[in-house]
């Protein structure tokens, strides 16, 4: 079992920057790949960004490719989300996910947290 809790959302203006960060506890954090993903309201939860056990692969969606940065810190049992440049359409609530391997697919996370609300003002 993994239970992963969410920090670092909030309210900021278009142009600027948050950092995400989800804490992973229980089972050894470096034995999953994480990701983030978002749901605004109305939508469906769609992927934003994922990384490796080791974190020597990452992949990201195209809509924040260049502007977001996932990484990780197994001694810490973290990952972050380092959100830049963002944008009103930027705004959700974001989840991190644990899984066996890094994928798109929401289905394929076993863990999720209870989520961090971003709210980018125009």
């Known amino acids: 079992q993994v239970q992963l809790v969410e920090s670092g959302g909030g309210l900021v203006q278009a142009g600027g920057s948050l950092r995400l960060s989800c804490v992973a506890s229980?089972?050894?954090?470096?034995?999953?790949?994480m990701g983030w993903f978002r749901q605004a309201p109305g939508k469906e939860r769609e992927f934003v960004a994922a990384?490796?056990?080791?974190?020597?692969?990452?992949d990201y969606a195209d809509s924040v490719r260049g502007r977001f940065t996932i990484s990780r810190d197994n001694a810490k049992n973290t990952v972050y989300l380092q959100m830049n440049s963002l944008k009103p359409e930027d705004t959700a609530v974001y989840y991190c996910?644990?899984?066996?391997?890094?994928?798109?697919?929401?289905?394929?996370?076993?863990?999720w947290g209870q989520g961090a609300q971003v709210t980018i003002s125009s």
């Open positions: 996910a644990a899984g066996y391997s890094i994928t798109y697919y929401s289905n394929r996370y076993n863990y």
């Open positions: 990384i490796t056990r080791s974190g020597g692969r990452t």
């Open positions: 229980g089972r050894t954090f470096s034995s999953n790949a």
